[in-house]
């Protein structure tokens, strides 16, 4: 394949390059973004650009006149901008050139890059700082066309991979395993046993997925009910919630007891009262509230915190497999991309219509000489003269416009119609 | 009973080649959808059906050409009994498919249906004529509603089987890709119960109306045949039954449920063999 030339560049620092220490100091703020992108753009040799900061990485995208020299400029740009110098940040800089950057783009976008691979923040960060670009009119036809791809491929990726699919918190491993073990969370009830931070919050992820029903108790009733009020629940008194536990399909434990406040003989109790409908018990609670018997009776299930920790670490390993599966999938879409740019070079489109003319020209010219031997070789020259400015006449606007269109949205378009009406692709 | 052959080169012709096409697709389509269950890769799983899709017609085809052929219906030689249960578990699989749309369903219940075909073609091929008495709408009756409650139980058995994965899993806190793939452990028990729900008044009816044509027929016993025979069919009977009534009497969920309808279904394969 030809390599198409879309003069992209991108010049970044990221958690992997740098650590946080400078990292912080490279930001920019969305204040600060309008400013400087519009400073970027006044250099010659930078003609669409792009900036994306976050707290993991700071990055320009551009399209440039000329690659090296605009990845030095991007570069000085950064350290000039920050005031660091540029030996001290040189050796944290990663730059990517044309088809390297979109790879590059494909996989921040899809969550690749990031910390934890397949986290969602990213792609809205990068929307985020697209939407703003496009509102400053900072970039131009590639870089849109460039994000708009990346979205795309990033949606992609997120459907076809597992990626993203299992929890890397605790919080999130416990919701995913309630929704394994439950039909639908909305018809079920959480019972919360001590107001701990860590159990409010897995209480609350519960809650986002459709939990409707919660029951808040804790040695002081106070607590209970202050909980029970912001989780949109009912506090119990203490001494009675081991007589309520039947009810409850999801119990997460977090008192400070120092021994086992759930026993086997209280959760057989209640799954024998519940007719065998499954249980499921989070202690979260160090030392731990719930006996480890309890995960011996059929159709209960107990996790505490080491057991959701080597959860979330399998997930995290399954991330990563799942990431190479990405990257097929990134790999044929930059080689998309590399059709679409290549489609948009006039030039080739040009040059063939031309020889197409040229032919004709040629073939009409012959034809008439053979009838004409009377003339001399002054006429001869003479009419090549004439018949070459007459399609030289007829090409020159539609050339100019053609090279013209092929900056803009509708240039393939263009290119499409014309190889199309003069039968290029024969 | 009067047994004769078939004969015609072309119907033998268009028998072997709808047969292979079926055996064949129903192969293929278990080896896409575990390459879907292991790999998910995209595109299979599509593929997956549509691959089954071509078995079940070319299936139906069989059915309807010896169906042509004998005079009557896919229930009189265990040739014909075969051919026919393994074309409604994927009838009662696509109507699963589509009505629950369970993931992976079909890398359980697929493989079920090409091990009967298979097994259908060790068996004579012969053409034996439906006995002709009074009481010859109880035997197909018995027939044909054993037949469709076997095949709700081959997809009890295929979602069992997942549950039992899926348990495994869950319990022992090692959640590998499985883990992943499968649905959530009520919502299988769920459907099992939904498949063992149709199928255990339709097996009993079938059993019923059998044993009533037994004794019709010998004019003697309740079964004529031996007791050896009987068993497995009563095991399954009894624990399609615990699984059928136990659910709000005695707690029969999850585990147990699951793997009733897996030891079920053994036991009614068990009794199909020695019986029909």
Known sequence: MIMAESNLVIVGVNHKTTPVELREKLAFTRGSIEETTEKLGSYPEIDENLIISTCNRVEIYARVNDVEKGIDRLKKFICDYHMIPFNLLDKHFYAFREEETVKHLFRVSASLDSMVVGESQILGQVKDAYSLAKSLQTTGLILNQLFEKAFNVAKKIREETGIAESAVSISSAAVEL??????????????????????????????????????????????????AKTLNGSALDFEHFKSELHRADIVISSTAAPNFIITKEIVEKAIHERNNRPMFLIDIAVPRDIEPEVNDLENVYLYDIDDLQGVVNANLQEREKEAELAMDIIQAEVGKFNNWIEALDAVPTIVELRKRAEAVRMQEIEKTIKK????????????????????????????????????????RTYLKAIRHLFHLDD | ??????????????????????????????????IYLVYRKPGVSKLATGTVLVGLLSHTVIIGLRSQETG?????????????????VVVVYCFTHWRYKVKD???????????????????SKEIVDFPESEF?????????????????????????????????????????????????????????????????????????????????????????????????????????????????????????????????????????????
């Open chain 1, 178 to 227: 309630a929704r394994k073990i439950f039909e639908d969370l909305e018809s079920h009830t959480v019972m919360l046993v001590g107001t701990g931070e860590m159990a409010e919050l897995a209480a609350k992820h519960l809650i986002s997925y459709g939990v409707k029903t919660v029951y808040v108790a804790s040695r002081t009733y106070e607590r209970a009910t202050a909980l």
């Open chain 1, 372 to 411: 004409m031997p009377h003339l001399s070789e002054e006429d001869k020259h003479n009419l090549h003269l004439m018949t070459s400015s007459i399609i030289n006449k007829i090409l020159h606007k539609p050339t100019i416009n053609l090279k013209k269109k092929t900056q803009t949205t509708e240039g």
């Open chain 2, 1 to 34: 009973m009067v047994s004769r052959l078939t004969g015609g080169f072309a119907p033998v012709f268009m028998k072997i080649i709808t047969f292979n096409i079926a055996m064949i697709s129903y192969l293929l389509a278990s080896l896409e959808y575990f």
């Open chain 2, 72 to 88: 009557h219906g896919p229930y009189t030689t265990s040739f014909e009994v075969a051919i026919f249960l393994s074309w409604l």
């Open chain 2, 105 to 123: 369903l079909g890398s359980f219940v697929i493989p079920v249906a090409f091990l009967i075909l298979l097994y259908a073609t060790f068996l």
């Open chain 2, 136 to 276: 010859r709408v109880l035997l197909t009756l018995h027939r044909t509603l054993s037949v469709i409650g076997f095949a709700a139980f081959a997809i009890a058995f295929g979602l069992g089987v997942m549950y039992l994965i899926q348990e495994k899993q869950v319990k022992s806190k090692k959640l590998g890709i499985m883990y992943f793939r499968m649905p959530s452990l009520e919502s299988l028990d769920n459907l099992i119960y939904k498949a063992v729900a149709v199928g255990f008044p339709l097996f009993t009816l079938g059993f019923l109306t059998g044993a009533i044509w037994n004794i019709k027929m010998s004019q003697t016993s309740l079964f004529s045949w031996e007791l050896v025979k009987l068993w497995p069919l009563v095991i399954g009977w009894v624990l399609y039954g615990l699984v059928f009534f136990g659910r709000y009497r005695m707690g029969w969920r999850g585990k147990k449920v699951a793997q009733g309808s897996v030891i079920g279904f053994v036991t009614v394969i068990i009794s199909i063999i020695l019986h029909v």
